[in-house]
């Protein structure tokens, strides 16, 4: 029971805090993309946890439709080196790296209209 006044103290306190602080010339990061967000270590925010099941379900009455999880950057750009660069199949890198066959086409193309916006830059 202690805990949980402690916890709505805190919370209190908290707003409390943002509202004084709503005059000063802060910028709130949360909303920006990360490569414009300050060093995380630095900012004293945590890190985002993994993803569960539950997070995987957007709409929680359909019970049916579970949405896939969302790659890495680092991993598309390993998709795209190994079917652009090396030449591998689509088949091949889809099995190596656990990705569907779709999913590791969907992102070859995407990967090269990134590539093509950035050369008309």
Do not use: T, Y
Not at 30 to 36: F, T
Not at 59 to 86: A, D, G, H, Y
Not at 95 to 106: F, T
């Amino acid at each position: 029971m202690d805990q949980v006044k402690q916890q709505d103290l805190e919370k209190k306190d908290k707003e409390e805090g943002a509202e004084e602080s709503e005059g000063l010339d802060q910028v709130d990061e949360s909303n920006l993309p990360s490569e414009q967000r300050s060093d995380p270590n630095v900012a004293g925010e945590k890190p985002l946890p993994k993803e569960r099941a539950g997070d995987l379900r957007p709409f929680p009455l359909n019970e049916n439709f579970q949405s896939q999880r969302v790659l890495s950057e680092e991993l598309r750009q390993e998709i795209w080196s190994r079917v652009k660069l090396k030449g591998d199949s689509v088949r091949a890198v889809s099995a190596a790296l656990g990705v569907e066959m779709r999913r590791v086409a969907a992102v070859v193309r995407l990967v090269e209209l990134e590539h093509e916006m950035a050369r008309q830059v």
